[in-house]
């Protein structure tokens, strides 16, 4: 038997019940044996369940049957995954492995609670700012596995159904909670030798039986009443299995103490070890994992002949040695990927990931491991004592980044990379390098990365030159130098990032629609702690803004996206809606972006559009540096629409708000003492209803489920007569650059005002005249310095400003930006 093996074996005989097998006459469980043509007698019945009506003789772990729950409750025997990825990959892989490089040292990742809400790649953690990790990547513990197959088929992640299904033999490991939904979550993960079957999910498509399939560890008679789920009760453990460490199914009390201390992982794998401890001496988790080699005759469907990437085209990592992709993995682990190239990094890149984490390293980046020796089989590196070849593996390291970052912009465009398209940095390494926290990093891999992409930049016509520098301070002050450097050579003079000026309106993507968002009383953050902060007391964690902030735009383009990728997530199937926002003090510009702090009573929203189901297809991306085609589209579209109105007006609005501008003048002090947000509101929030306390209003939340449930059941209004959706369904279709591109201007004319000309206020109409308008936006591309404010707006634009490019999806990203943008603005 494969020595990785053993502790897993350790793992699937944890039960402390007797050793009966299960009875003979029970077809479901009785003991299936390969024929001579390779074949696979069925182990239960195939028109049955794999989760046992009655648990076998001897079971310590039968539900009460006078439990409610107890019919959901039956331990299963067997469970189900649906995947994009085909058996060859997951195989390559070693099985389902949890997700998120070093998810091992994260304590969050442990929490079963935080796994469920947050589905397989965590897009359901935005409003739970709690379970956010310091450096914002969700990782998890757990893979979801279903109880059935009919969930399997029709529950996955991401936005492609499941091209397989795998059939999986059921071990203790796999926590079946009592009231939560179908799934089971298999702590530590789901090794290849576990998958009994696969086939693909296709109606008619036949069962292939898995040769590495380990028979002589799931297949024992003896083990086969202990081979199953374990259930998990939280109102009534003592019908379930009390072992279980509760800490990880109800989080935890003191959460400083437990993460510092790793009360989760130490309480995850002692639970592991305990349950087996007889049948192993040496257990251990995390689990090793088996390594395959390649097999072509294991299913797979690459679209090309040099491509066994699933059709995404040829990995970079391809050819490279293992500490090279392990390298490459690394560097690109913080990377923001959709789910397409994720797996496709994972799988061509993060190959050696399996065996090469043997502790948790910071501050790991190319020029670090580089200067290691690994030793794979043993798990283990150690520190290379001659150096002298440091310089030359810095820039090999920056290269195999740079080659790796093409390729994701080739295969995934604009979704592919990480927030700073002309950058080499990622954009939360770009905001710690401005906010001045240099002790995370490892800059003098960042100027390495910098050096060789000007390199690339300059032709390849000189070398690549790394300076020596005495400290990782010096070394975070040159790449900053750099990468100013590099903007300034790509900018015009009149380009240069300037202070924000004050707007009037702003735009808020969201997935609620205003018949459920006026009944909410308009929009709060969505962090938990907003409930809590009162004015004159203190309050843990005010200080990061993330909790109190929305994250608003200056661009409709850039709400939009928002309100697309939102909707997918919390209401698969129904669009977003843009709403324009009036300005009030209480919100922050941020360049392109605006911070929101408290929220946006209902009465504060001017107007909506509902967007198009396929507005993530059509958005352009932009280039603000032709003005004169710009202005030509927004001629355009604004003589098209020249004698209606783009955004359905709010007829609650109050104009109260008319007179009001966005804040830029915020001093900083205030955002470093512990009520920094209280004091803020005190002084800004009186417009919006500020009473000294969070939330800024009482509001009963409507979630995402909830939100999707509804609309389903046509119990919420549609945002626009169904005529008038449909024409302007096609009017943005047909003009799509200049309604990505309003700003402030577009705005209040296609919007709930008029416009007399730039920096006009709202008036009163809802029609506006299209000369009015094209004047006005003729004028703002008139001179050098409007044409440069404009293009800074522009989220979509190829070009953008370094605070832009510091800004990520994440809400925590909007309160970092805050605090640059004021420091910055009183700098200059």
Request: include cysteine; proline fraction near 6%; glycine fraction near 8%.
């Amino acid at each position: 038997m494969h020595p990785g093996a053993l502790p897993w074996l350790l793992l699937l005989s944890a039960a402390v019940a007797s050793p009966d097998a299960a009875p003979a006459s029970d077809k479901r469980h009785a003991l299936g044996a390969r024929g001579l043509d390779g074949g696979i007698e069925p182990f239960y019945d195939p028109t049955g369940d794999a989760c046992a009506a009655s648990a076998p003789d001897g079971h310590d772990l039968v539900p009460n049957p006078q439990h409610a729950a107890a019919n959901r409750t039956r331990p299963c025997y067997f469970v189900y995954l649906g995947d994009v990825r085909s058996p060859r990959q997951i195989r390559q892989r070693g099985g389902f492995r949890p997700y998120g490089l070093g998810w091992e040292s994260d304590e969050l990742a442990y929490i079963i609670e935080r796994h469920f809400v947050g589905g397989p790649l965590g897009h359901g953690l935005e409003d739970r700012p709690r379970w956010h990790s310091s450096d914002g990547r969700f990782r998890t513990a757990y893979v979801s596995v279903m109880r059935d197959r009919a969930s399997a088929e029709t529950v996955y992640s991401g936005r492609v159904a499941p091209a397989w299904m795998y059939e999986i033999r059921a071990t203790p490991n796999m926590l079946d909670l009592v009231e939560w939904s179908n799934q089971c979550f298999a702590l530590g993960g789901v090794p290849w030798h576990q998958v009994r079957r696969y086939r693909r999910n296709q109606a008619g498509a036949g069962w292939q039986f898995n040769n590495d399939y380990d028979v002589a560890v799931f297949d024992v008679p003896e083990l086969q009443s202990r081979l199953h789920t374990t259930s998990i009760d939280r109102l009534r453990s003592d019908d379930y299995d009390d072992s279980f460490p509760r800490i990880l199914v109800d989080g935890i009390a003191d959460p400083d103490r437990a993460y510092r201390d790793g009360d989760l992982s130490r309480a995850a794998a002692q639970w592991v070890i305990s349950r087996a401890h007889r049948h192993l001496t040496e257990p251990q988790f995390p689990f090793a994992w088996r390594e395959y080699a390649d097999d072509d005759a294991v299913p797979g469907s690459p679209l090309r002949e040099d491509d066994d990437d699933e059709g995404q085209g040829s990995s970079p990592a391809r050819g490279m040695s293992e500490s090279h992709r392990f390298m490459l993995a690394t560097a690109l682990r913080d990377a923001s990927l959709t789910v397409t190239a994720a797996m496709a990094v994972d799988d061509g890149i993060e190959i050696a990931m399996h065996r090469s984490w043997p502790e948790r390293v910071e501050r790991a980046g190319c020029a670090y491991w580089t200067s290691l020796d690994w030793d794979l089989e043993a798990g283990s590196r150690t520190a290379r004592r001659d150096t002298s070849q440091g310089q030359g593996n810095l820039l090999e390291c920056a290269g195999l980044y740079m080659k790796a970052r093409e390729w994701l912009l080739k295969n995934f465009g604009d979704d592919g990379h990480s927030a700073m398209p002309d950058s080499p940095l990622l954009a939360n390494e770009t905001a710690l390098l401005l906010n001045g926290s240099y002790g995370v990093l490892n800059c003098e891999d960042l100027l390495g990365r910098l050096v060789f992409y000007q390199a690339t930049l300059n032709g390849g016509n000189a070398a690549p030159h790394v300076p020596r520098l005495t400290n990782n301070d010096d070394y975070c002050k040159s790449v900053v130098l750099e990468m100013r450097g590099q903007r300034n050579r790509k900018h015009a003079p009149h380009d240069k990032p300037t202070r924000p000026t004050p707007a009037d309106v702003v735009f808020l993507g969201h997935f609620l629609w205003p018949d459920e968002a006026r009944r909410q009383g308009g929009f709060l953050p969505p962090g938990q702690q907003a409930h809590k902060a009162q004015s004159g007391k203190k309050t843990p964690l005010a200080s990061p803004w993330a909790d109190y902030v929305l994250k608003a735009s200056m661009t409709f383009g850039r709400a939009a996206k928002r309100a697309a990728r939102l909707a997918a997530v919390e209401t698969p199937g129904h669009s977003g809606i843009v709403y324009a926002v009036h300005a009030s003090p209480n919100i922050v510009s941020l360049g392109s972006l605006a911070a929101v702090v408290g929220g946006v009573p209902w009465d504060q929203v001017m107007g909506w559009r509902r967007l198009p189901e396929d507005w993530e297809r059509i958005a352009p991306r932009l280039d603000p540096s032709k003005r004169d085609e710009l202005e030509q589209r927004f001629r355009e579209a604004l003589t098209a629409k020249s004698n209606h109105t783009f955004m359905t007006p709010n007829p609650d609005y109050d104009h109260k708000y008319n007179s009001f501008k966005t804040s830029v003048d915020v001093v900083q002090d205030m955002l470093d003492v512990d009520n920094d947000v209280v004091a803020f509101m005190n002084e800004r929030g009186r417009h919006v209803g500020w009473s000294g306390s969070f939330p800024l209003f009482n509001a009963t939340v409507v979630t995402g489920v909830e939100s999707a449930a509804a609309k389903a059941e046509a119990l919420v209004a549609n945002p626009h007569p169904e005529s008038e959706w449909a024409a302007m369904k096609e009017f943005v279709s047909n003009h799509r650059v200049a309604v990505a591109s309003w700003v402030a201007v577009g705005a209040l004319a296609m919007a709930t005002g008029g416009l007399a000309g730039v920096g006009a206020g709202v008036a009163d109409g809802l029609t506006v005249a299209g000369e009015g308008i094209i004047d006005g936006i003729a004028s703002l591309f008139s001179t050098s310095s409007s044409a440069s404010e404009m293009a800074g707006l522009m989220e979509e634009s190829v070009q953008s400003t370094e605070l832009e490019e510091a800004m990520s999806s994440r809400m925590s990203d909007v309160s970092q930006g805050l605090r640059n943008l004021i420091k910055g603005a009183h700098q200059a």
